[in-house]
């Protein structure tokens, strides 16, 4: 079992930056690929970013690619999202995700094996 509890999210202006922290439980972090999904209004929970086990190798969908960067640490089980130049359509709920799927595979929401609660980004133009 792992829980994960995110933290970071708030309301900020067009342009601005954020860095979202999630924090994980237990010893076997460093076993997972982790990500980050977010989820606006009325759609579907959406890919943002992953991470592979080792820290080595990142992934991000087109529409944040150059903007986030995700990254972890594995001596502190924390993973982080850090948001700059947000827009107005940056602004849903931000989740944390702990998977065992291959690093390579993982993309959808369901491949996910753990999640955190949540937290919201709300960028105002």
């Known amino acids: 079992q792992v829980l994960l509890v995110e933290s970071g999210g708030g309301l900020v202006q067009a342009g601005d930056s954020l860095r979202l922290s999630c924090a994980a439980s237990?010893?076997?972090?460093?076993?997972?690929?982790m990500g980050w999904f977010r989820q606006a209004p009325g759609k579907e929970r959406e890919f943002v970013a992953i991470?592979?086990?080792?820290?080595?190798?990142?992934k991000y969908a087109v529409s944040v690619k150059g903007r986030f960067t995700i990254s972890r640490d594995n001596a502190k089980n924390t993973v982080y999202l850090q948001m700059n130049s947000l827009k107005p359509e940056d602004t849903a709920v931000y989740y944390c995700?702990?998977?065992?799927?291959?690093?390579?595979?993982?993309?959808?929401?369901?491949?996910?094996?753990?999640w955190g609660q949540g937290t919201q980004v709300t960028v105002s133009s």
């Open positions: 995700a702990a998977s065992k799927s291959s690093y390579t595979t993982y993309y959808y929401a369901s491949q996910s094996d753990y």
């Open positions: 237990g010893r076997t972090f460093s076993t997972y690929v």
């Open positions: 991470i592979s086990r080792s820290a080595g190798s990142t």
